[in-house]
DNA sequence: CAATGTTTTCAAAGCGCTTTGGATACTCGA
DNA sequence: TCGAGTATCCAAAGCGCTTTGAAAACATTG
């Protein structure tokens, strides 16, 4: 059923009708809930696209996932940060599109999605030093928000970022606090935003104490499990073997642990271990004493408060950019302990 | 820039304009080129809105993603589905669109979108025993595959599916070749499709053995970390431990190492474990030896045939029922052995 | 060269909605 | 009772595309 047949049964115009359905002041109570009934009896739902084609708004919000021929790796965050954006989007009236681009070809797939009119605005996640994208996305003039940072774009524009890097400063402070002096790093691709500040981070503490960086302790690559086992179980190969590990992620956390119970080592005692933990659903730091001791920031949330924002900057365009940083707590859990001597 | 401006810029009419963009024959392949070269300088990209009005045809697919306020898990699967779905969306020139629903108003989230003109047809993840959504698809009349399948429901309908029953008849056979007798299930929600079915394998090849099945070793929750290592320390302290498990996640299968590391049983000796591995990507079950010995079957594969097998029925609304049952492998790995005497 | 057939192009209708610019009905004070 | 002001409703234009039905241009044949 769609409008002209809905009015033709309420003997009203469609005008009139549209406006009752819209909540415009201009139309009589009584006559309000008359239509509203009847639209409600009928199941009438205006059509997306006529509707996107009159208001000249789509009412969808783009994400576009980079798909790569050669690392296939789906971040393990997605779903979590999705589900929470999504909640957002749904109770303002938006929807949610997914495009899939290759790699070398996001930039067209943004601009295929403006100019196509599919989207109100889009969210760019996983960004990497000097990302491009917000570059591009800023010279369209087009709403968007970034999961994420970029160090080197110079150009305004919104952003939701936990404090990575003061996190990992802290995590490391707090290994060093217990005496640990060969603290190995297990990071994510460091042309990764996030991973660059963690190490900006970790770095900024071992100076601080006055360590020397162990170069040999420093891994960087896409955060799997197999990947925190392999580099754990290489660096335990080591001459000097280190005595603490600062990770990531959880998911290459459970590699690091399990490597090391495969050398017959405990966990903090032998070795403490730290980890970055986003809170994901299926994969929760334990229950009442977390596993590890972790820096967490719900990344759940992080995908409700961007949605939030990225829907305030499309009502105002023009307002001034929206940051916000978001401070990740340092748990303690059973992971960690005072430095073998 | 729109239809009327290119084409007269073009100096053709708006008809030519689009019949050469959209491949019909009837226009002079000078003029195809002409049209399709100024269309590139300029950026043309047709208004998906107006398209959609005027075809009648959204090029959208939907997927619906139940959000509860009690388990606010994000199926960890989902973003390797997506990812493999989204491809072939692409390929296809197909958009990909996510509703979130509550648990209760899932029904209404598929009319919603269908009734909108939002959608040419949706993949229902995750169907429980007696699935109701389906029969409301079915009833809609419209396009829709599911990604498992639902016991119970008699009216056909579409859908792609591990045969979780025999792949883990089999391994539970695989286990009682060993020697062991006392096999225990951590399984999924059981009132979702695919755990009933497992569970259903594993009491078929214990029944087969001349085995009885043990209550006390059956466990059901939604497969989290946390429960995997939750049910295996609880069943480590009964008077009669397993000394086999059978895992229906890796992620679980993770909780339930951590379980046996803590109590100081090694796995594949002292108590053999199987799970069941979807292939993720940022959970490869090891590199070269298998970690877990596993019952695999890609759940991104899963998502390329799902949205193929989708994209088909749109086309061909009247064909008969197509479904598609996958074998998953069993994969050996360290963590089975002989049962221990 | 006229008649016929085939290409190639176009004007205009229509998809289902919102919104502009009036029209009509109603209210109320003078 | 009249006129201004307000509340309520409507006809029609327009959003940008596809597609129908017809016209124009060109090629072919007897």
Redesign the interface.
């Known amino acids: 059923m769609n409008l002209k047949q809905l009015s033709e049964t309420l003997g009203l115009s469609q005008t009139t009708v549209s406006r009752a359905l819209n909540g415009y002041p201009e139309v009589k109570e009584e006559t309000r809930e008359r239509v509203q009934a009847a639209a409600a009896k009928h199941?009438?739902?205006?059509?997306?696209?006529?509707k996107?084609?009159a208001t000249g708004r789509?009412m969808?919000i783009g994400h576009v996932?980079p798909?790569s021929s050669q690392h296939?790796?789906?971040?393990?965050i997605?779903?979590?940060f999705?589900?929470g954006a999504?909640?957002t989007?749904?109770d303002h009236g938006y929807?949610?599109?997914?495009?899939?681009?290759e790699d070398t070809s996001i930039e067209k797939a943004y601009?295929?999605l403006f100019?196509?009119?599919?989207v109100d605005g889009v969210v760019l996640q996983g960004p990497k030093v000097n990302e491009p994208r917000i570059e591009v996305l800023t010279r369209m003039g087009v709403p968007f928000i970034v999961h994420g940072r970029s160090t080197g774009v110079t150009s305004p524009y919104d952003w939701i970022d936990v404090n990575n890097k003061r996190s990992f400063q802290r995590a490391t402070q707090f290994l060093i606090d217990l005496g640990h002096r060969r603290i190995a790093l297990i990071n994510g691709l460091e042309d990764m935003d996030f991973a660059k500040r963690r190490r900006d981070g970790y770095l900024a503490a071992l100076n601080e104490a006055g360590l020397e960086p162990i170069p040999s302790l420093m891994r960087s690559a896409e955060?799997?499990?197999?990947y925190g086992h392999?580099e754990t179980r290489g660096m335990l190969q080591l001459d000097h073997p280190p005595t603490a590990i600062l990770c990531s992620s959880m998911?290459s956390a459970?590699g690091v642990?399990?490597a090391l119970?495969e050398a017959g080592l405990r966990m903090g005692q032998d070795v403490s271990v730290i980890a970055h933990d986003d809170d994901?659903?299926?994969?929760?730091n334990?229950?009442d004493v977390p596993?590890f001791t972790a820096t967490r920031s719900s990344v759940?949330m992080a995908g409700e408060l961007a949605a939030e924002m990225l829907i305030n900057r499309i009502q105002a365009p023009s307002e001034p950019v929206m940051t916000q940083l978001l401070e990740a707590e340092l748990v303690v859990g059973r992971s960690t302990g005072p430095a073998p001597n």
């Open positions: 199941g009438y739902r205006p059509n997306s696209w006529a996107g084609l789509s969808v996932i798909s296939e790796m789906v971040n393990p997605f779903g979590d999705v589900a999504a909640k989007y749904a929807d949610m599109m997914f495009s899939n681009a601009r295929n100019q196509r009119g599919a955060m799997t499990e197999v392999h998911i459970v642990r399990r119970d994901l659903s299926y994969l929760k334990g229950q596993i759940r």
